[in-house]
């Protein structure tokens, strides 16, 4: 499907050089080209799907941790509160929509509240801003209807929609001189002399001074290339039921149990997104798949019974969808809990920068995390800035139906393909597929659609306008019905036509 700003294979020509090649192109992968992008460097990124950010990267709750989680000293209290306090520029500058709702962790009985005093004083020692413990008349305010003894509050903790800003991200470092190449599977990495070789599955060869290892769950594979065995991801799944628009207004602040020792996640809660829907989950179950993204209907009945335990209006009607995630955990199921991110130049392969176990709150740290390896590039290629370098994205933060009235009005006068809506549910314009179609990285699947447009996001999924945007790719792109995948490579929506 489809033609695209991306790299297309160049086997068969001379192997291209890159200071700078990272596998990999989730929110951390692409924050590292991003934030690399600032200075005059060759960079590649090589990933083996059709599109950026669709591993874990789009399937989280897309929370903004505030910090209070991590031991203090760690990488990963420290680069989520300089992650968190970095994301409001990083958004504003991408255009991504975000907001700080804050978060309650509730104590529900006496035993808890030693975990809440304790949960303060980590946070506090790792620099969270604003922390409260709050009485139920406090708590009552911010979210009406809440229950508990008392409950810690962190005005720090935000919510962002994942995918956008992945794509975003993805989107400034193009723009700004990286080059992507997507559907190209890292099979074999070399180190030969000072530099490293890069082959894909599809015969795609690069060679670079500096290779950096973004491949989340699969990390550890990739340090296998490289005859490194130090580290085994053990994958952990979060599913995920996604309720419709109607129950966003119940949620004002997120909130979250007390956690409890040993366990791989921090509990099933209600996570309201920046597009107003509510999520119920994630689930925590160890798998054997590093990419097996089912959904069970053992656990999605957990879900259900857990989401009207915190949301007694929920109906079966009101669940659209389900999805799931998986955490790239270090801590193997006897150990449980969380191991520390592991983020390292090593001095055994000269040029090789490892990222390796970044779970939670990677998405919240990836500016962080960025900055860290900009500094660990530093020291293996000299960084020069770019004056040229553009930080700004050059599109609207949200979508048309968000506008005013007038602001509608106006564009509608600009440009007829915003009078007209697409997406019935989502309320989505021709004109605004018309750009998702058009994106700079190009599109190769309807999922790439998806996460930028919202198109088949709503109740029906897609029911009502999947026929529509494939006829839009037909008649105004000239794609073929047979070229249409779902999501990755072989995924078709289509076989043949049943009549002419
Ligand atoms: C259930 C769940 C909930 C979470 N909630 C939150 C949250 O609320 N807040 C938060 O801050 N964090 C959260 N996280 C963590 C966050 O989602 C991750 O830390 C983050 O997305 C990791 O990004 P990544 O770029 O390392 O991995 P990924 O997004 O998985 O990207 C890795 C990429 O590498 C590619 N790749 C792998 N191998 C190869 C290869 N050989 N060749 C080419 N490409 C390759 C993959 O296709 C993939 O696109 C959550 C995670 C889960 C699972």
New binding site residues.
């Given amino acids: 499907m489809g033609n695209s700003g991306a790299k297309e294979t160049t086997s068969g020509s001379s192997t291209p050089q890159y200071d700078v090649v990272i596998?990999?192109?989730?929110?951390?992968?692409n924050a590292i080209a991003r934030e690399l992008s600032r200075y005059a460097l060759r960079i590649a990124v090589?990933?083996?799907?059709l599109d950026v950010?669709?591993?874990?990267?789009a399937?989280?709750?897309?929370?903004?941790?505030s910090g209070i989680h991590y031991k203090p000293g760690s990488l990963r209290a420290k680069l989520n509160v300089e992650g968190n306090s970095l994301m409001e520029g990083l958004c504003r500058e991408l255009k991504v929509k975000i907001q700080y709702i804050g978060k309650l962790t509730v104590a529900a009985e006496d035993e808890e509240m030693p975990t809440l005093h304790a949960l303060k004083e980590q946070g506090e020692a790792n620099g969270v801003p604003g922390l409260e413990i709050l009485d139920p008349e406090d708590m009552e305010k911010l979210q009406p209807g809440v229950r508990g003894l008392k409950a810690l509050f962190s005005p720090t903790t935000g919510i962002i929609c994942?995918y956008t800003f992945t794509i975003a991200l993805a989107e400034s470092a193009l723009l700004n001189g990286v080059d992507y190449f997507l559907g190209?599977?890292?099979?074999e990495v070399k180190r030969n002399g000072q530099k490293f070789t890069v082959r894909t599955r599809k015969g795609l060869g690069l060679v670079s001074k500096v290779l950096v290892n973004?491949?989340?769950?699969?990390s550890d594979?990739?340090c296998r290339m490289l005859g490194i065995n130090d580290y085994t991801i053990y994958p952990c799944r979060?599913e995920y039921l996604v309720l419709d628009k109607r129950l966003g207004h119940h949620l004002s602040t997120l909130v979250y149990p007390a956690p409890h020792k040993g366990k791989a996640?921090l509990g099933i809660h209600l996570t309201k997104t920046v597009d107003g829907n509510i999520l119920v989950g994630?689930s925590n179950e160890y798998v054997d798949g590093p990419e097996d993204w089912a959904t069970t209907s053992y656990i999605m009945g957990k879900l259900r019974e857990e989401g009207e335990k915190l949301l007694p209006s929920l109906t079966t009607s009101d669940i659209i969808r389900s999805f799931s995630?998986?955490?790239?955990k270090q801590a193997p199921p006897e150990e449980g809990g969380f191991r520390d991110f592991v983020i390292e130049s090593r001095t055994d392969v000269p040029g090789f920068v490892n990222?390796v176990g970044?779970?939670?709150?990677?998405?919240?740290?990836s500016p962080a995390i960025a900055r860290m390896v900009r500094d660990m590039v530093s020291a293996l290629v000299p960084l020069r800035e770019k004056p040229e370098f553009k930080p700004e994205l050059d599109r609207m933060t949200g979508y048309f139906h968000e506008l005013s009235a007038e602001e509608q009005a106006d564009l509608v006068a600009k440009d007829r393909d915003y009078g007209e809506i697409v997406c019935r549910c989502e309320q989505i314009t021709r004109k605004e597929v018309l750009e998702a179609i058009e994106n700079p990285l190009g599109v190769k699947s309807v999922t790439a659609l998806k996460f930028r447009a919202r198109v088949m996001m709503g109740r029906c999924q897609g029911g009502f306008c999947l026929p529509k945007i494939v006829r839009i790719l037909q008649e105004d792109f000239g794609y073929r019905p047979e070229d249409f995948f779902l999501y990755r490579e072989g995924s078709h929506l289509f076989t043949g036509r049943v009549r002419s």
Avoid at 23 to 29: D, E, F, K, R
Avoid at 53 to 57: A, K
Avoid at 214 to 218: D, F, N, R, T
Avoid at 325 to 328: D, L
């Fill in positions: 596998i990999g192109a989730g929110v951390v992968g090589v990933e083996k799907e950010g669709m591993g874990t990267s399937r989280n709750s897309g929370v903004l941790h994942p190209e599977e890292v099979r973004a491949a989340g769950v699969l594979k990739v979060g996640g994630p995630g998986i955490r790239a990222l970044i779970e939670s709150p990677g998405l919240t740290s």
